[in-house]
Nanobody, 117 residues
Framework: QVQLVESGGGLVQPGGSLRLSCAAS????????IGWFRQAPGKEREGVSC????????DYADSVQGRFTISRDNAKNTVYLQMNNLKPEDTAVYYC??????????WGKGTLVTVSS
């Protein structure tokens, strides 16, 4: 069964850290660009970060630049999002997406991150 499963969300205080994982099953992530997206209550889904399948190059939204780091471990078929110095405005459901640029595109069901004191 092809699926992406996010994990690692939870409740954290402002300034804290979380590491999200996006694990793939039923296919290999090696040839997929991976993106992390988030959707806060009442807002549209927005892109947070992405990592290339070709050279591992990364990109970040301005709002998370310098605080979040995306990485991939192809051996574990998993992509991570390390989130540091979390802010209340980072509260959202975080989703990962895999796209191979040949029409194959998968979404996970999301993991909730709540930043609150």
């Amino acid at each position: 069964q092809v699926q992406l499963v996010e994990s690692g969300g939870g409740l954290v205080q402002p300034g804290g850290s979380l590491r999200l994982s996006c694990a793939a099953s039923g296919f290999t992530l090696d040839y997929y660009a991976i993106g992390w997206f988030r959707q806060a209550p009442g807002k549209e889904r927005e892109g947070v970060s992405c990592i290339s399948s070709y050279d591992g190059s990364t990109d970040y939204a301005d709002s998370v630049q310098g605080r979040f780091t995306i990485s991939r471990d192809n051996a574990k078929n998993t992509v991570y999002l390390q989130m540091n110095n979390l802010k209340p405005e980072d509260t959202a459901v975080y989703y990962c997406n895999a796209d191979n640029n040949y029409g194959m595109n998968y979404w996970g069901k999301g993991t909730l991150v709540t930043v609150s004191s």
